[in-house]
């Protein structure tokens, strides 16, 4: 019996309104031939493994990752389109009324995300989504990443729940599918409000 709903953040819960991705621009004002996949967990690893105390150190970081001449141009260009996409941090219309209804329906929710100490930071002033996550656990804080399996050890021991008694929702195969399912934890891969519903009453949960 599933007890917990694990939850991806980033386009499952919340999204950035800019009609852009943020990778894919980085990779085109940089000129890098870097492979975008490739790139994503670059960006991942450079930024969101721990709780950098500067943005710019930060950035200079994934300049180096990068294999780019760091200058203090290039690092504030970067640095400087992430931040506006940040900037227009917002949740789904679903987001609240989702996590509300499982918690009237007896289940505890958690967050695993992939979020830089300033992702969490923009996050946390332009959502209240927080306040309906009973365990929330950012890459930053644990030192690991999605599809890292540590990530989801960590939530486990820090819950106490059985991986059966778990299921992860989120939109990336490899991060939020496959990756957990080797623990025996359940997971949906989330496409859409209606098909995550449609996916939740399988497991007996009933939402609207």
């Known amino acids: 019996m599933i007890k917990l709903v694990i939850f991806d953040l980033w386009q499952t819960l919340a999204y950035r309104r800019v009609p852009y991705s943020t ?10 031939l870097i492979p975008h996949k490739k790139f994503v967990k670059i960006f991942e690893r450079s930024l969101q493994l721990k709780p950098w105390r ?3 150190s930060a950035y200079t970081n994934l300049c180096q990752a990068m294999k780019m001449t760091v200058t203090a141009n290039l690092v504030r ?18 987001s609240v009324p989702l996590l509300k209804q499982l918690k009237n329906l007896g289940f505890e929710t958690a967050l695993l995300s992939n979020s ?17 996550i009973d365990y929330p656990v950012f890459s930053y804080q644990v030192g690991a990443i999605k599809p890292s399996l540590k990530f ?17 929702i989120g939109d990336k195969i490899e991060d939020d599918v496959l990756a957990p399912r080797k623990l025996g934890i359940n997971s949906i891969l989330f496409k859409n409000y ?5 996916e939740l009453a399988k497991y007996a949960i009933i939402i609207k």
């Open 23 to 32: 990778t894919h621009r980085i990779l085109q004002v940089t000129k890098s």
């Open 54 to 56: 500067s943005e710019y």
């Open 77 to 94: 260009k970067i640095m400087d389109l992430r931040k506006a996409a940040e900037a227009q941090t917002k949740l789904y219309f679903y």
């Open 116 to 132: 830089s100490i300033f992702a969490v930071k923009v996050f946390k002033k332009k959502t209240n989504l927080l306040k309906y």
């Open 152 to 168: 989801f050890k960590v939530l486990l021991k820090k819950t106490h729940y059985k991986p059966s008694q778990c299921i992860m």
């Open 194 to 198: 209606n098909q995550l519903k449609k």
